[in-house]
C-alpha cells in the first residue's frame, strides 16, 4: 500500500509521524520521557481515545466484530485494552483468552469478562519484544482479536507468524488498525492527541509516537496479506483502499496453512 504522506518533506513527517531518523522506532526504557508517559498513560487513554472524536473512530474499528459469530470459540486477544468492544461481540466463547503487556488493562478486562460470565483467563506479556505468548499451543485457537494493537509490536512479522501457527485449521484473525503513517491519522493527531500531551505534559510527543506506534499500517497490510488469507477489509471513512485518507483498516485473515 502506497502512502503519499510518506513522501512528504522530512520536517513535515517529523510532527505527523514522530522524528524516526533522530529517536527510532524501538523505545529506551531508560528515557526519562518514556518513563513519564508510562505514569500518565491510562489518563491520556480515558481523555483522548474514549471521549469525543477519538472514542466514535474507535468503535467504527471494533464494529468488525459483527461480522464474525464466536459462540463456542476459544478466543485469543492481544491488547484487549478497556474491552469496551465487548458489546459487539457476536455470540458467547467457550473461552476467552487475554493476553497484555499492561497489568492494568489485564485486571480490567478481566473484571469486564467475569461480569459477563465469560469463561476466561489472562496472560501477562513480560516482554514485549517476544513473538511467543507463553501458554498458547499451536492449532488451539479458533479466533484472534487484535484491536489497536500490532502497530505497537517491535517485531511485527515475528508475531504475525506466531499467530498464525497458533490458529485452528479453520481459524481466523480479526482486528483493526489505525492508518498510521498516512496523511489522515497524522494530521488528525496532530490536531488531538499531539496537543494534548502539548498541553498536559512536558513530553516529546515526536519521540513517543515513534516508540508507540512503530509500524505503519502499509507495513502491517503487507505482512497480514502474505502470512494470512484475506477473507474481509474496511476502510474507515471512506470505503477505498487507502491509507492516507482514511483513519482505520479493519480485516478478517483466514489461517494460512
Not at 518514556?34 to 466514535?56: A, S
Not at 515513534?210 to 502470512?227: M, Q
Request: proline share 3%; aromatic share 14%.
Amino acid at each position: 500500500m502506497f502512502l503519499l504522506a510518506q513522501r512528504f518533506p522530512q520536517p513535515v513527517k517529523n510532527i505527523l509521524f514522530g522524528n524516526r531518523d533522530k529517536y527510532g522506532t524501538k523505545v529506551i526504557q531508560e528515557d526519562e520521557d518514556w518513563i513519564e508517559w508510562l505514569k500518565i498513560y491510562n489518563d491520556f487513554y480515558t481523555k483522548t481515545q474514549k471521549k469525543g472524536i477519538g472514542n466514535f473512530v474507535n468503535n467504527s474499528g471494533y464494529k468488525i466484530l459483527k461480522k464474525i459469530n464466536v459462540t463456542n470459540k476459544t478466543i485469543l486477544e492481544i491488547g484487549p485494552g478497556s474491552m469496551y468492544h465487548l458489546k459487539y461481540l457476536q455470540g458467547t466463547p467457550k473461552n476467552y483468552i487475554i493476553a497484555d503487556v499492561d497489568k492494568f488493562f489485564l485486571q480490567k478486562s478481566k473484571t469486564k469478562l467475569d461480569d459477563q460470565n465469560i469463561t476466561n483467563e489472562s496472560i501477562h506479556i513480560v516482554d514485549r519484544n517476544s513473538s511467543d505468548i507463553e501458554g498458547i499451543e499451536k492449532n488451539s485457537i479458533d479466533v484472534i482479536l487484535t484491536f489497536f494493537s500490532l502497530e505497537h509490536l517491535y517485531n511485527l512479522k515475528e508475531n504475525l507468524i506466531s499467530y498464525n501457527q497458533y490458529l485452528s485449521e479453520e481459524g481466523i484473525i480479526v482486528g483493526t488498525v489505525p492508518c498510521e503513517g498516512g496523511l489522515a491519522w497524522g494530521f488528525g493527531r496532530m490536531l488531538t492527541s499531539r496537543r494534548w500531551m502539548k498541553k498536559n505534559t512536558n513530553i516529546d510527543p515526536d519521540k513517543i509516537i515513534c516508540w508507540e506506534h512503530p509500524n505503519f499500517v502499509s507495513n502491517i497490510k503487507f505482512h497480514l496479506d502474505d502470512i494470512f488469507s484475506l477473507q474481509k477489509q474496511n476502510f474507515f471513512p471512506i470505503k477505498i483502499i487507502n491509507g492516507d485518507f482514511n483513519l482505520l483498516f479493519s480485516f478478517i485473515y483466514a489461517k494460512n496453512n
